[in-house]
C-alpha cells in the first residue's frame, strides 16, 4: 500500500479517532457482550467500519431528510453515459434510504467480492490459518500436502501477509528433522500433493484473456504470492502453481539436506498422500482475517477463489466452483439476506454471468454491522481506504472522502461497481452499493460513481 504526501496529518487524526472509538467499542463488548465468540478484528480501523459510533445519528436524521442527497444522486446519475442502479441503507436504523432500481440484479464484478468476505468470515476463526504440510511415507516418499495457503512464499517465515508461511523454512524444518532421525531412507521422492480442490481449475466461463492478462490462473490449493512468479505486487501469474511452489521445495529441500545421509531424487510428481504417511512438520500463512483483508485491498482474484473452496470444505461441500457459489449463498442467507435472483457462478467476481442486486450487498454489509459476531462488524476493514489503499489509492481522494470512506471497487467490460460504508455529515453509517454497465468510458462511469459517493458524506 503507498501513501501520498500530504495525507500524514489526515491519517494521524484518523488514527486518533479510530482508537477512541476502538476503545469506545472494547468498553462496550467488555461490559455488555460477554458471551460473544472470542475473534480478532481486523487490521486498520475507520470509524466507518463499525456499528459503534463515535458520532450518534443525529436526531432529526432520518428518510425523510434524505430527499436533498437523493436528489442530487439522481442528477449525478441521469446525467451521465450508462445505466445506473443504487442502493443505500441507513444502518442504525435498517431502511433503505435511497434505491435507484436497487433491487435489479446486475453483474457484481470484484463487488461479487462482499459475499465471498462475509462467508469466510463466518465460516472461520479469524485468528485460523491454513497449513503446507509435509509428510513422509513407509516407502521413502516425502509428500507436500496444500492445506490451502495459496499465499505462501519461497523463503524463509516472514511478517508479511503474503510470504507469512515461507518454503525454505518448511524445507529446513523438513531437513532437520530428517537428519535426527536414524531411521531416515537413504533418497527420498518428492510428490505433491494438491488434491484438496477438486473439479475445474479453471471455470470455463472465463474469458481466455483473464488468464492471460495475469487476473487469474489455476486455482489450486498451494501457491506463492497468490499463484503470481514473485512476490512483486503485479507480477504475472504462473500457469501451475501448485507444481511451481513444489519446484522450489523441492531445491530448498536438496539444499538443506546437502551433506546429510538423505537426499533427494528424481523430479517432483503429483499424486496423493498414502494412508500410512507420517506428518514431518509445517508452515501456517497469515490468519484468515489477514488473507481476507489481502484480498479485499488488493481484489485479488485468485484468493478468493481459494477462499471460496476453503468456505465450501468447511461447510461439508466439494472445493470446486459450484460448491464454493453454494457455500457462500447458504452464508448469505444465514445472515438473513435473501438471495432469490442471485447467480453466483464464481468466488471472485471474474464472470460476467454472475448476477446479483445493489440491495443485495448493501443487505449483507448491514446485517454485518449490526451483528454479535466481531469479525463480522469489522469486515469492512478488508475493503480499501477511499484515497489512501488498494484499489481506491487514487480514488476519493478529495479531502471530504479520503479517509472515511471504504469501499469493494468492481470493473469488467462495459461494468464498474463500488459497494462500501461510510459515517455520513450527521453521524449515521451508511452502506452503499453503485453499479455501472453498459458504459463506454470505465473511467467516466468510476468518476460518475465517485461523485455520488462524495454526495452522501
Known sequence: ????????????????????????????????????????????????????????????????????????????????QGNFTASVIDVSTGETVF????????????????????????SFPSSHRFATTTLLGADGTLYLRGGGDVLLGAGENSSRISGRAGLASLAEQT????????????????????????????????????????????????????????????????????????????????????????????????????????ELTKVEGATVSEVVEFMGEESDNYVAEALGRLIALQQGKPASFEGATAAILEKTAALGVRTDGIQMVDASGLSADNRVSPSQLTAVLAAASRSTNRALRDMSYAFPIAGLSGTLDTRLTDSSVAG??????????????????????????????????????????????????????
Open 1 to 80: 500500500m503507498k501513501w501520498k504526501t500530504g495525507q500524514l496529518a489526515l491519517v494521524a487524526l484518523f488514527a486518533v479517532v479510530a482508537l477512541i472509538a476502538g476503545l469506545i467499542t472494547w468498553a462496550g463488548i467488555a461490559l455488555g457482550k460477554s458471551g460473544e465468540a472470542a475473534q480478532s478484528p481486523l487490521n486498520r480501523p475507520t470509524p466507518a467500519s463499525s456499528s459503534y459510533s463515535l458520532f450518534p445519528p443525529a436526531q432529526n436524521a432520518s428518510t425523510e431528510d434524505f430527499s436533498a442527497k437523493s436528489q442530487a444522486l439522481n442528477g449525478i446519475f441521469d446525467g451521465a
Open 99 to 122: 434505491s435507484r432500481n436497487g433491487d435489479t440484479a446486475g453483474v457484481p464484478a470484484s463487488s461479487l467480492k462482499t459475499l465471498t468476505v462475509a462467508a469466510a468470515l463466518q
Open 175 to 278: 531437513a532437520k528433522i530428517l537428519k535426527d532421525d536414524a531411521a531416515a531412507p537413504s533418497s527420498v521422492r518428492i510428490v505433491l500433493d494438491d488434491s484438496l480442490f477438486t473439479g475445474d481449475a479453471l471455470l470455463p466461463a472465463w474469458d481466455k484473456s483473464l488468464m492471460t492478462s495475469g487476473n487469474i490462473s489455476a486455482v489450486q490449493p498451494l501457491a506463492m504470492w497468490g499463484a503470481r512468479s514473485s512476490e512483486a505486487e503485479k507480477a504475472g501469474r504462473v500457469s501451475d502453481p501448485a507444481m511451481t511452489a513444489a519446484q522450489v521445495f523441492e531445491k530448498a529441500l536438496s539444499s538443506a539436506l546437502s551433506g546429510s545421509k538423505t537426499s533427494v531424487s528424481g523430479e517432483v510428481s503429483r499424486g496423493t498422500t498414502a494412508a500410512d504417511a507420517r
Open 404 to 457: 472515511v470512506v471504504r469501499a469493494k471497487t468492481g470493473t469488467l467490460a462495459g461494468v464498474t461497481t463500488l459497494t462500501g460504508t461510510l459515517v455520513d455529515g450527521t453521524g449515521r453509517q451508511l452502506v452503499f452499493s453503485l453499479f455501472a454497465s453498459d458504459v463506454t468510458s470505465l473511467s467516466d462511469a468510476r468518476a460518475t460513481l465517485d461523485r455520488a459517493v462524495a454526495a452522501l458524506i
